[in-house]
C-alpha cells in the first residue's frame, strides 16, 4: 500500500459554505456504501437517496461486498423518483454471490446492474492484507457478526493466466457496454484483467481507491491514466473525523496529477456508523481540493462530469470522451 499519512496540518475552513454547497450540487457518488449489510452502517439505502437528494446530487451508486442492490435501486427509482436522485448499483464478484460467477453477472446485467466489480474483500490480495497487517482490522470495515472464513479469489490461475471464466465475463460486460471494476486485486493482477478486457471490447475501466490495498504506485496510476483507465479515490481516506483517514491534502493532489484530473472521480467511500456522513465527506473534500489550488471546472469534473462519463449517465456531457 502506498503511505502518505495525514498531519496534523488540516485543511483551512477560510471558504464560504454555500460555495462549497454549490459545488456539491449535481455531484455523483459512485461509492456509497449504505444498508442493510452485515458491516455497520449509519443509513440505509433509502435514508442515503434521501441525504443525496437534500444536498443536490445527480447520483448514487449503493455498493455492499455482499450482494448486488440493483434490486434495490430498481424500486428506488421507481418509487422515490421526485427526489431527483438516479441510483445505480453493480454485481460484486465475492464469495457471498459464489465468486466469479457468470451467472451472477448475467443475472445483474439483466436487472439493471451498470457496473461489476471484481473480488474486493475476498480476493486473494485483499485476505493477504489482513493476514500481514495486524493493524489491518482498523483500516477496513468489519462486519457485525462473525462469518465463515473467505476463500481467496484471483482472476488468474496457477500459471498466472487470466482464468477461463473471467474472460467470458468481460464478455458479458463488454456486450452491456457497463463499467469494469478491478476490485480489491493487486495491480500485478490488472495489468493483464485491463488488456484482456480491452482486446475483449470492454470500454468502461476502472480502479478503486488504488493507492489502498491495490498497491498501486504513482507511476502505475500515470500507466493507467495513459490507457484511459478512470481512478477513483475514497473520499472517507482524506476527510478529518474519518476511521480510515490515512492520507494527507498534499497527497490528494499527488494522486490526482498522476491520474490527471480528467479521468480522476472522488468517491465517499462512506457510510460506516461512526465516520462522517456521505455529504460531509463531499463538503469536505471539495474545501480540501480548493484549498489545494483546484479550479471550479477541475472539481466539477472529478466530482461529478467524470463519473457521468463513465457510467455513461445523460448530463448533456459528450459521455464518450476519454474512453
Known amino acids: 500500500m502506498v503511505t502518505h499519512m495525514s498531519t496534523a496540518t488540516d485543511i483551512n475552513t477560510d471558504h464560504d459554505s454555500a460555495y462549497i454547497d454549490s459545488l456539491l450540487r449535481g455531484a455523483i457518488d459512485l461509492h456509497c456504501h449504505s444498508g442493510p449489510s452485515v458491516m455497520a452502517r449509519y443509513c440505509d439505502h433509502l435514508e442515503a437517496m434521501r441525504e443525496a437528494s437534500a444536498a443536490g446530487l445527480q447520483a448514487v451508486l449503493l455498493k455492499d461486498h455482499y450482494y448486488s442492490a440493483t434490486p434495490v435501486t430498481a424500486l428506488l427509482n421507481k418509487h422515490f423518483a421526485d427526489l431527483g436522485v438516479l441510483m445505480l448499483s453493480g454485481v460484486p464478484l465475492n464469495n457471498s454471490v459464489g465468486g466469479i460467477n457468470i451467472h451472477a453477472v448475467e443475472h445483474g446485467i439483466k436487472l439493471g446492474a451498470r457496473l461489476v466489480w471484481m473480488p474486493t474483500f475476498s480476493s486473494a490480495n485483499h485476505i493477504n492484507h489482513h493476514k500481514h497487517d495486524e493493524h489491518f482490522d482498523k483500516k477496513f470495515p468489519q462486519t457485525t457478526q462473525k462469518m465463515l472464513a473467505p476463500i481467496p479469489l484471483s482472476v488468474l490461475d496457477d500459471d498466472g493466466k487470466l482464468k477461463e471464466e473471467v474472460k467470458a465475463i468481460l464478455d458479458l460486460i463488454a456486450d452491456a457496454d457497463i463499467v469494469l471494476s ?138 464518450h470522451a476519454h474512453r
Open 182 to 319: 478491478a476490485g480489491h486485486l493487486h495491480i500485478s493482477e490488472i495489468w493483464p484483467l485491463f488488456e484482456e478486457a480491452r482486446k475483449r471490447g470492454v470500454k468502461r475501466l476502472l480502479v478503486n481507491h488504488p493507492t489502498y490495498v491495490v498497491d498501486a504506485t504513482l507511476d502505475d496510476m500515470r500507466q493507467l491514466a495513459s490507457e484511459g483507465v478512470f481512478m477513483e479515490h475514497s473520499m472517507c481516506m482524506w476527510v478529518p473525523g474519518s476511521k480510515f483517514r490515512f492520507y494527507d491534502p498534499e497527497f490528494l493532489s499527488a494522486v490526482i496529477e498522476a491520474g490527471t484530473v480528467d479521468l480522476t472521480i472522488l468517491g465517499s467511500d462512506l457510510g460506516q456508523k461512526g465516520n462522517p456522513t456521505i455529504v460531509d465527506g463531499f463538503r469536505s473534500v471539495i474545501r480540501t481540493a480548493l484549498d489545494i489550488g483546484y479550479s471550479e471546472t477541475d472539481i466539477r469534473k472529478m466530482t461529478a462530469t467524470n463519473a457521468a462519463r463513465l457510467m455513461g449517465i445523460d448530463t448533456g456531457i459528450d459521455t
